[in-house]
């Protein structure tokens, strides 16, 4: 019997190296896949600027899709998570399951989430450089998380700047919304994260139908990251739990 197909998708600024840890832990019983979404790694630069949509990536990663002959587990994190979405949303067929950790789906935010958008409003997009990636990195972590940063990280994800600026431009405009899906989802989030974001799950699991939700104490947005081992032990065992 054929094994079934994970598909992991990375987060903005990063490339497939992010799920490393758990595409050795899911290899033995999964066809593992996790492909660089467009500008990272083995998909070469996006040019200094030159547009960029979020929809490109969806397209990107649904041609990868396409190939495996059977729906995927998708796992995804922040801007992966709202590829993910779309990508269910848009194929149904090739999606078996979700296991998102805070996909950035400002769509589902409606009249009663003010505060929440005032929150994401926070984010400058105007693009300045190096500036302007310092104030999202403390956006979702802090003041003076990019100065914690390690010089080697902060210099590899300069190199990507503009691509991320492009990602988070075209994406708090998107207006998708996501009750259409049906594939079984587990949205994981963390304790101290932005209050957007913290409504953004809240409402993703309030209008997928089944969806279940579950937010680590201790533990920001940068999860997978910060905290892999717990992130990964919980899809793995979510996705152990998913039908054959």
Known sequence: MARVPVLLIHSGGFTSRQWRKLAEKLAPTYDVSAPDLIGYGASGAWPDGAPFHFSGD???????????????????????????????????????????????????????????????????LTWKGGAWLEGFVDWW?????????????????????????????????????????RAPTLLLGGEQTPLAEKRMLARLAESIPGAEKRVFPGMG????????????????????????
Do not use: C
């Open 221 to 244: 947005h940068m999860g997978p990251i910060t905290h892999a081992a717990i992130v990964n032990d919980a899809i793995a065992s979510w996705l152990d739990a998913q039908p054959r």
């Open 58 to 124: 969806v397209a990107h990663v649904a041609a990868k899709a396409a190939t495996f002959g059977a729906p995927a587990h998708v796992v995804a994190h922040s801007y992966g998570g709202l590829i993910a979405l779309h990508l269910a949303r848009a194929h149904p067929e090739r999606v078996r399951s979700l296991a998102l950790f805070e996909p950035v789906a400002v769509g589902v935010l409606g009249e009663a989430d003010e505060d929440a958008r005032d929150d994401l409003a926070r984010l400058d």
């Open 141 to 181: 972590n802090g003041d003076g998380a990019w100065r914690a940063l390690p010089e080697e990280t902060r210099a590899s994800m300069r190199t990507v700047g503009w691509k991320v600026f492009q990602e988070v431009a075209s994406l708090v405009t998107d207006t998708a919304t996501f009750e259409s899906i």
